[in-house]
């Protein structure tokens, strides 16, 4: 009240005062300022009972009065040249400084934080402002939980912002100290100094507030900090400041209070951002589920670590992910993985994957990836000794909790989704690129046999080279089985039509040997070359492509001349060595026969599809093009090649698919075996590294027709032994058909594909049946093939696209 009284008798005797020039007004107000310490020496008054406020608010007012009335941009007026030439930013920064009377650090802080923000006139340059800005920053933080801390955030703030303008500025507020032992950096003169980053100590102490606010505008001062492009800050920041380890040392802290039991489908619903949306309350977490608080406060700071790596300059962004790998990955979280007990691990990895799905900032996720699956490049071996913690992920795959083996899959379906190549060569391609699975020696028929058929082939150059390639898998008796089927094929709201009628074709899968009769031979040339003059309609987004499948049109055509072209001469880049565009050559299949051969691999007594009028595979068209679009844009900057290429330095004889893809196929075969949860994310697992846009991984897992050795798997031989199976359990079975059309119904519910049904919470319904679980891996099987033939077409129809 006092206050207001005082400023209004001011006010009254201002207005009496003749006119004066603006200079004349601020050295008035600044007299005013410096004649109340004179006089009043004694007085313990608070700044508000003082005209002190008044004064420095008026002295602001005619800076940005003079600075907007200045005819030319950039020259310094009267009022702007008395402030700088007799330093009234120290005096205010002394007074400032001893916070006399009570309040005066608050009024100063507000003074500075209003010159530098209103102005537009560069004053940092000046050694008169950037020396006073200096000293003040380093009072800044001094007090923990203050009453200025608001003030000096805002002036720490506008510093920062002044600095990100003109980046060379930041070189104003780095000390260089006394010379120091054992210091790794060395100044011109050979002298080891340290030295002061105090902007960054300042923001770093105000960063812990308890004030939500203050924390998050501190933060964001650090941002600006460590985006700056200048090599000297970044080289203070890493070697002479506890910015590292005060930043990655609050994270193991929040991490070290994580709740030990969580269900992981909570862990998952958490959705932490950095910022003011991360704050949890009291309440919110009682209704939630318990430590809900502490998990969304490490998610938070893991979210923030992870953009500041991505804006910071390299130098700063490589130290903090290697001190993020050193202090969390491997002395905390590594051993948490590596436990004995299930409850632990579950846990553990749980953490773990939500962290992944976190980090997007290259350096940090290459850190992450390079801790859990090493930095191997080679190709791997069978029995080369693998990293620890990517040894034990794998086999926990397949551990006997099918809870643990979820998790763990959900950790590597995470990382397939990452924008790191190193990811994908690491687990696929490496044991890919020597295109090592290609074999030009199968296993043929006799000399005789193939005399005799090839005088009945009706045109001889369609049918070179679709010799029949036995693959170890397929050694299971299934003794005269007789089916007649008619296999309709809905490709792209139902416009693809491919019928075969009363075709009668015995299987034989000829004894355990492993060499297939003659009969059988012919037959599955016979499923294979089922050709009629039916036109077949193409329908994709943004396009239709009509085929005829006897007279070829010219897309068609044109589809064979991309994926029959075997140029040797063609070099490719692929990392340090050259791979090339091999002599390993052979006829390729068309796209149609290929997307066949995955829709009829079940017989058509074991789908139910029909049933609920979804027989055909183009509900999966959309998304299979949506999600190769975004897999394509996301490898387009590794630069893979187009065509199937062979790198010498990954040859592997006999062929290894690798550790991971093992993995997959193990799981894959057992399907009959399996939990619904399990076989969901296994074949999500597989799609994922079938819709990659690298050529050997196409022609390895989506290419049924290539020559392979005999004891090579791939995805379609695999498929076709889960099929045998399949027919021998529906041979045991009575009334099969409506059991699964049943479990069918109750599986899918409102769901159109398996896609749906993966984005559902891992809950399988009740059991209905005793073989409840065979059933469900049999619908998930069916969805699956039509999955694949749906990737194959979008993969192929973009090769012609580009083309």
């Not at 049933?611 to 893979?640: I, R």
């Not at 049924?704 to 045998?724: C, E, G, M, Q, Y």
Request: aromatic share 6%; charged share 25%.
């Amino acid at each position: 009240m006092f206050n207001k009284f005082t400023t209004l008798i001011q006010h009254a005797v201002d207005s009496f005062v003749p006119n004066l020039t603006l200079q004349e007004e601020f050295i008035h107000h600044w007299n005013a300022v410096t004649h109340y310490f004179v006089d009043n020496k004694e007085e313990r008054r608070r700044i508000e009972e003082t005209t002190i406020p008044g004064h420095i608010e008026q002295m602001v007012l005619i800076l940005v009065q003079e600075e907007r009335e200045q005819l030319e941009v950039g020259t310094t007026g009267p009022c702007l040249e008395y402030l700088l030439q007799h330093r009234l930013l120290e005096t205010l920064y002394t007074l400032g400084r001893t916070d006399h009377p009570p309040g005066m650090k608050q009024v100063i802080l507000i003074f500075f934080t209003k010159l530098l923000s209103r102005l537009d006139h560069p004053l940092l340059p000046h050694i008169n402002v950037h020396r006073a800005a200096q000293r003040l920053v380093k009072i800044c933080g001094e007090v923990r939980a203050g009453p200025t801390e608001k003030e000096e955030i805002e002036y720490l703030c506008t510093v920062c912002s002044k600095i990100k303008a003109d980046p060379y500025l930041v070189n104003f507020f780095i000390e260089s100290g006394k010379p120091v032992k054992n210091s790794s950096h060395v100044n011109t003169s050979g002298i080891p100094k340290s030295q002061d980053f105090s902007l960054v100590n300042a923001l770093l102490t105000l960063s812990s507030s308890n004030d939500a606010r203050v924390c998050v505008k501190a933060c964001e001062g650090i941002m600006l900090c460590v985006s700056l492009p200048e090599q000297s800050a970044a080289d203070c920041l890493v070697r002479h400041t506890k910015f590292c380890d005060n930043l990655i040392t609050r994270l193991c802290d929040l991490y070290d209070k994580l709740p030990s039991f969580v269900s992981p489908s909570d862990i998952e619903s958490v959705d932490a951002k950095w910022g003011l949306d991360a704050v949890v309350t009291v309440k919110e977490d009682q209704q939630t589920f318990k430590g809900k608080w502490q998990l969304t406060s490490f998610l938070a700071w893991l979210d923030y670590c992870d953009q500041l790596i991505a804006v910071s300059h390299p130098t700063v962004a490589a130290a903090l992910a290697t001190t993020i790998t050193e202090k969390l990955l491997l002395n905390k979280i590594k051993k948490d993985l590596l436990q004995a007990s299930e409850a632990g691990v579950l846990m553990a990895t749980a953490y773990f994957t939500k962290c992944l799905r976190i980090v997007y900032s290259p350096p940090l996720l290459i850190e992450f990836s390079h801790f859990l699956l090493g930095t191997d490049k080679e190709v791997e071996k069978l029995n080369d000794e693998q990293p620890t913690i990517r040894k034990r992920l794998l086999e926990r795959c397949d551990h006997l909790s099918d809870e643990v083996s979820v998790v763990t899959m959900r950790l590597f379906e995470t990382l397939l989704q990452k924008e790191e190549e190193s990811i994908f060569h690491n687990l696929i391609l490496r044991n890919l690129l020597g295109r090592s699975y290609i074999t030009l020696n199968p296993v043929k028929k006799n000399d005789e046999q193939v005399n005799t058929n090839s005088s009945q082939k009706d045109d001889a150059s369609s049918c070179e080279g679709k010799t029949e390639f036995l693959s170890a898998t397929d050694t299971q008796a299934v003794k005269d089985l007789t089916q007649k089927s008619t296999i309709k094929t809905d490709v792209c709201s139902n416009n693809l039509n491919v019928e075969r009628d009363g075709e009668k074709m015995e299987s034989d899968i000829g004894e355990l040997s492993g060499e297939k009769t003659l009969d059988e031979n012919v037959q599955d040339d016979v499923l294979r070359q089922t050709v009629s003059d039916e036109t077949v309609k193409l329908q994709v987004p943004h396009k239709e492509v009509e085929l005829k499948i006897i007279e070829k049109t010219e897309t068609e055509k044109l589809l064979d001349s991309i994926v029959n072209d075997d140029s040797p001469d063609r070099e490719i880049e692929s990392g340090n060595s050259t791979a090339t565009s091999t002599p390993k050559s052979y006829p390729r299949a068309e796209v149609h026969k290929i997307v066949t051969s995955f829709l009829s691999l079940l017989p058509e007594e074991a789908k139910s599809s029909y049933q609920t009028a979804d027989s055909g595979y183009d509900m999966y068209l959309k998304d299979a093009h949506k999600q190769f679009s975004n897999v394509e844009q996301m490898c387009k900057p590794w630069n893979w090649p187009s065509e199937p290429v062979v790198d010498k330095d990954f040859s592997t004889e006999p062929f290894w698919e690798g550790s991971f893809v093992k993995m997959l196929l193990d799981k894959l075969s057992r399907t009959l075996n399996q939990s619904y949860a399990v076989n969901l994310l296994v074949t999500s697992l597989i799609s994922r590294v079938a819709i990659l846009p690298h050529p050997n991984i196409q022609e390895y897992l989506l290419d049924p027709f290539i020559p392979t050795d005999p004891k090579t798997r791939t995805l379609h031989n695999v498929l076709k032994k889960i099929s045998a199976e399949v027919l021998v359990y529906m041979k045991t079975e009575s009334d099969f058909q409506n059991k699964l059309g049943t479990a069918r119904k109750n599986l899918m519910g409102a769901a159109e594909t398996v896609k749906s049904l993966r984005l559902k919470p891992m809950t399988p319904p009740s059991p209905g049946f005793d073989d409840q679980g065979q059933l469900e891996a049999i619908i998930v099987l069916e969805e699956f093939c039509k999955e694949l033939s749906a990737i194959t077409f979008v993969k192929y129809h973009a090769a012609v696209t580009r083309t």
